[in-house]
């Protein structure tokens, strides 16, 4: 018997298929955990925030990761957190480095006093870096393993540029210059050379391009702040400069800050600093008051190459800004956009007022409740991350709906994987009269409303609120959907797919008769309004409490509590194969041969055997019969030649 033939001849065609699929066996303790991936890129210390895999190194496919960090002696791993906190203290010196080595450029007067000791303080940190350097673990790029030898990373430390540059931006020339002469170490040519500090901005770089990719921080705040600090350093860049070109001119007066104070050379380094600072801010944000304005060729010079690259700055800033401001209204501009396409659709179709209003606070619905579904975030996680997020959310819903009380935790946990969570707006028809019945829901919060549509009329049959389930009816009977279902309030929902509910209750025969007996039971409970809706549900539950009682009448001479035994060894076995391929199928049966009988049957369920279907006829009809013939007058003598809805006549 084909399982299409089954489906379409049996009462509940959706629990046709018997049999016991089998569970593949877990994995055991021994398989390697994709989390231990993590544990390489750590210090000793184990990793507690799972979100830590943000920073972490991640080696190539089909390679083996020791899940231990290394065991060596004075071995630094990059992403340990004690080591980030000393990158980010030279972070700090760094700024300080930038601002100082432009400052004393411009201003040499600065030498004379506390920056010069300050200096040699930085650099004896900056000094402890580069040895450190030597004992720090790298990331082999062809690998993407982290590298821990000491000889292979002194030998790649001391071969790269970084090396090079650290030294020289480290030393402190002027402090040597001093030991080896006497003298102080003063003028242009120090200054020039302390430029190579700038060197270490790098370190700000790789700070500002880390923590933007770190959920820890807000990225439009992270945003913000590097384009301040860029915008502050190219100002004080620009002030350092022009202050430069003017004290080195040969006549002061003849200059941007000379025509307006003469003797600027002798006054303070902080007053000059302040004009600089002035004048450069006043230019970067194309103010130009006058008050401050470019007077020899050199200054002019300067002035158009500055103001030049103020363009480029600018559309930088803008640019960044504009698209850190969008992004945060991005939503808003697609849901307007999608509302103005369904009024121009329901314009252009001439469709109902109604059906225009749910069609638009459906659109709104699903953008509002867009950060509560993530569907965009939740598609791209592994299955097993989605599954655990659902039965985290809706396990105690669907073990509490009637439908599943009592099934095993297995059958359970593949409901959970199987769901979908979504929301319904007032009025709103999740489930029409009469359609293909693909899904059934559970109601997790809000109501619904069982509707029968005759004509224009509508007649509200029942109404549900969170727990109960709508359109089982259909998905359990496989007919079209009896009824329509319209919610009352704002609702959320979990909606189960027929096929896959199907396949799941299908691998196992006891959860099968666990479910029809739910489904039975809840039947036996609808209200008449419900049960005249559907034709055939009080013969069918005539049929089920019938057969129950034969049951239950040959099963009383029964002791010692043994399993019900009906029929022959071999007939029962024949049945139990039968249940295997098809549940049990509808049939007509008649109460007298089939020239007297006035289209007087009745709609049962056939039994299992022909003994069972004589006692059925007798308490149907009130009498028993000895024979069962077909409309053409042939006699059945097996149950298995039936088919649905075929006619017997017993008498």
Not at 440 to 463: P, T
Not at 489 to 512: A, P, T
Request: glycine content about 6%; some cysteine.
């Amino acid at each position: 018997m084909s399982t299409t033939t089954s489906d379409a001849r049996s009462p509940l065609p959706l629990l046709s298929r018997g049999g016991r699929a089998s569970t593949a066996p877990l994995g055991t303790s021994e398989e390697r955990s994709p989390l231990s991936l993590l544990f390489r890129r750590r210090s000793s210390e184990d990793v507690k925030n799972i979100t830590s895999v943000s920073s972490s190194l991640l080696p190539a496919f089909g390679t083996v990761v020791d899940n231990n960090p290394s065991s060596k002696p004075f071995i630094v791993l990059p992403y340990d957190r004690r080591y980030r906190l000393w990158e980010l203290f030279l972070v700090i010196l760094v700024g300080y480095s930038a601002w100082a080595s432009l400052f004393e450029l411009a201003f040499e007067k600065a030498a004379d006093g506390a920056f010069p000791t300050i200096d040699l303080v930085v650099d004896f940190f900056f000094a402890v870096d580069i040895v450190l350097t030597f004992f720090v673990a790298y990331l082999d790029t062809s690998t993407y393993l982290i590298v821990d030898d000491y000889n292979l990373i002194a030998r790649r430390y001391l071969k790269s540029l970084a090396f090079v540059m650290d030294v020289v931006s480290t030393l402190p020339i002027q402090f040597i210059y001093k030991i080896v002469t006497g003298n102080s170490g003063r003028g242009q040519a120090f200054g020039f050379l302390n430029l190579l500090r700038l060197w270490r901005l790098r370190r700000v770089a790789e700070l500002f391009k880390r923590l933007e990719k770190d959920t820890l921080f807000n990225y439009f705040l992270i945003r913000v702040i590097k384009l301040l600090c860029v915008t502050i350093f190219w100002v004080h860049i620009g002030g350092c400069i022009l202050f430069w070109i003017a004290y080195h001119y040969p006549s002061p007066i003849d200059t941007w800050i000379g025509s307006q104070v003469e003797d600027f050379k002798e006054r303070s380094i902080w007053l000059g600093y302040t004009y600089s600072m002035y004048w450069s801010i006043v230019t970067l944000t194309t103010v130009g008051y006058g008050d401050l304005h470019a007077v020899n060729t050199r200054e002019k010079t300067f002035n158009m190459f500055y103001m030049l690259f103020n363009i480029g700055l600018t559309a930088y800033i803008i640019g960044n800004m504009t698209n850190l401001v969008v992004h945060g209204a991005l939503r808003t501009f697609t849901m307007r956009s999608a509302i103005n396409h369904i009024l121009r659709y329901t314009s252009k179709n001439k469709l109902p007022d109604m059906m225009r209003e749910q069609m638009l606070a459906h659109m709104q619905l699903k953008f509002k409740t867009a950060e509560l579904k993530q569907e965009e975030v939740l598609q791209d996680l592994p299955k097993a991350i989605r599954s655990s997020i659902n039965e985290h959310l809706f396990r105690s819903v669907i073990e509490n709906a009637y439908l599943f009380k009592g099934l095993p935790d297995g059958l359970i946990v593949q409901l959970v994987s199987h769901i979908k969570a979504e929301y319904f707006p007032p009025k709103m028809e999740m489930i029409l009269q009469n359609e293909i019945p693909t899904d059934f829901y559970i109601l997790v919060s809000g109501g619904v409303e069982i509707i029968r549509s005759k004509g224009a009329s509508e007649q509200v049959l029942a109404k549900l609120g969170p727990g109960d389930m709508a359109g089982e009816i259909g998905v359990v009977f496989n007919i079209p959907q009896p009824f329509t279902v319209r919610t009352r309030r704002l609702s959320q929902v979990i909606r189960i797919g027929h096929h896959k509910f199907k396949e799941m209750v299908q691998s196992d025969i006891d959860d099968s008769k666990m479910i029809i007996t739910n489904f039975m039971n809840y039947l036996k409970e609808l209200n008449d309004d419900l049960k005249k809706e559907i034709p055939f549900l009080r013969d069918l539950l005539a049929n089920a409490d019938a057969q129950e009682t034969v049951h239950t009448e040959e099963a009383a001479p029964q002791s010692n509590n043994e399993e019900i035994v009906m029929i022959s060894r071999d007939e029962n076995e024949k049945k139990e194969e039968n249940k295997r391929e098809g549940a049990p199928i509808r049939v007509i049966i008649h109460g007298l041969p089939p020239n007297q009988d006035n289209n007087n049957g009745r709609l049962v369920m056939l039994p299992d055997s022909i003994q069972l279907l004589f006692d059925l006829a007798e308490k149907k009809f009130g009498r028993r019969g000895s024979t069962i013939v077909m409309a053409d007058g042939a006699h059945v003598e097996q149950l298995d030649a039936l088919r649905e809805n075929d006619n017997l006549y017993i008498f």
